[in-house]
């Protein structure tokens, strides 16, 4: 089945310490999002790429990189996570083509936990 | 992109109907209205979509009035499984959209 999917599930790194996430897809979207939730909290954009386009949101973090090397694959950098980036991160695409409005497949997410 | 209220939290027990309600009073003329479902440890799933009046399918119905500052999702017969948080959202239709998530109704669904 076509899907958006995230590695890991979970992740634990160290306070300060680099880690990557990572989202690859099936569906051939050309538009793909990062989100991040924390605890009880809605999703917030943190970024998102229109085919090689890179958007980012007014309020995210310089921590807070990504790449897009090809279609199918979207990475999350945060180059020095603290304790308050511990969250949920999402990954979503669309189609991002006209017609009506424009449906997000959402990933299972990577659960980050910082020590 | 036009702001969102909803109640924060609902109740109901299994086989009711739920109606939950979405205030969006800035909306504009191009503007969708939008719902996506969130269970627990997972991602957002698109539930509906509607401009105006009534939207069905398989899992619920939209009721949007014809001045479209509220929408309501109606979801028949609700079971244990439907425990999860609802999102109301306004699109921009055409291209793609940035979605805003509001707060997102918490609804637990009791035996």
């Known amino acids: 089945d076509a899907m958006v999917i995230q590695n890991p599930r979970y992740q634990v790194t160290q306070f300060g310490k680099p880690v990557t996430l990572s989202c690859s897809q099936t569906?051939?979207?050309?538009?793909m999002y990062w989100y991040q939730q924390k605890s009880s909290q809605a999703p917030k954009l943190l970024f998102h790429?229109?085919?090689?386009?890179?958007?980012n949101e007014a309020d995210t973090p310089d921590n807070f990189q990504s790449r897009r090397p090809n279609t199918s694959f979207c990475f999350l950098d945060i180059r020095s996570p603290g304790l308050g980036d511990a969250a949920m991160y999402l990954c979503a695409t669309s189609r991002g083509q006209g017609g009506t409005t424009d449906t997000q497949y959402f990933g299972p997410g990577t659960r980050l936990t910082v020590l | 992109l036009a702001k969102t209220t909803q109640p924060i939290s609902m109740d109901s027990y299994e086989g009711q109907e739920v109606n939950i309600t979405c205030s969006h009073n800035?909306?504009?003329?191009?503007?969708?209205i939008t719902w996506y479902q969130q269970f627990p440890s997972q991602g957002p799933r698109f539930i509906i979509q509607g401009y105006k009046t009534k939207v069905t399918n398989e899992v619920a119905s939209l009721f949007i009035p014809a001045d479209r500052k509220s929408s309501t999702l109606s979801l028949p017969r609700v079971s244990l499984s439907d425990t999860a948080v609802y999102y109301c959202l306004v699109a921009l239709s055409g291209g793609y959209n940035k979605l805003i998530f509001g707060a997102g109704t918490r609804l637990a669904v009791h035996p």
């Open positions: 800035n909306i504009a003329t191009n503007d969708y």
């Open positions: 790429y229109y085919d090689k386009d890179f958007n």
């Open positions: 569906l051939n979207h050309n538009v």
